[in-house]
């Protein structure tokens, strides 16, 4: 069965600054991963998707994720953090067999001003 | 969310008490997915429908939970005898073409249970 970790519950980061949410994944075969993100009382958007091809995939808002296959890891990431990016961020996987995605426990996002 | 709709989008019940949650999605979808978001908890999966296939159901938490898609649009999740752990955001998705590559997400149905 697959799984996804968010190690953390909650980061703060200041405005400006480089953000980074951590994701890793156990699936079997090759994943298919994703990142929503939840703006209070609203429900879930996609940011960015990784099937196949370049490791470093580009999405809405200005955000970016690395795939990592050695490490299994999808860690979210943007150069500059805006305080309207605060908002819950989800890391999400399936493996190509499969048809529903599997969620993270959701990270916290904090941008400060 | 764009292309799904879902209805009510808050429900307060008493325990016990049967409710029905609504999604309509747009049409030409071609999966339709439930999942609930409990309270500092992520996504759990319930069941999705695809085509004419048999449903998956393989996430629904007990057999008071129940979900069906009519004419291959409109699906409802029953829910019966609520309990106040049943208490949580009810969240539709969708996908269209044959990869399913991502969902698109209604607002959900905030179901609180008293």
Known sequence: AQSVAQPEDQVN????NPLTVKCTYSVSGNPYLF??????NRGLQFLLKYITGDNLVKGSYGFEAEFNKSQTSFHLKKPSALV????LYFCAVRPGSARQLTFGSGTQLTVLP | GAGVSQSPSNKVTEKGKDVE???DPISGHTALYWYRQSLGQGLEFLIYFQGNSAPDKSGLPS???SAERTGGSVST?????TQQEDSA???CAFTQGEA???YTFGSGTRLTVV
């Open chain 1, 35 to 40: 990142w929503y993100v939840q703006y209070p």
């Open chain 2, 89 to 91: 955001v009810y969240l």
């Open chain 2, 100 to 102: 399913n590559y991502g």
């Open chain 2, 21 to 23: 949650l609504r999604c």
């Open chain 2, 77 to 81: 999740l029953t829910i019966q005898r």
């Open chain 2, 63 to 65: 057999d008071r939970f």
């Open chain 1, 13 to 16: 980061v200041a405005e400006g």
């Open chain 1, 84 to 87: 309207s990016d605060s908002a």
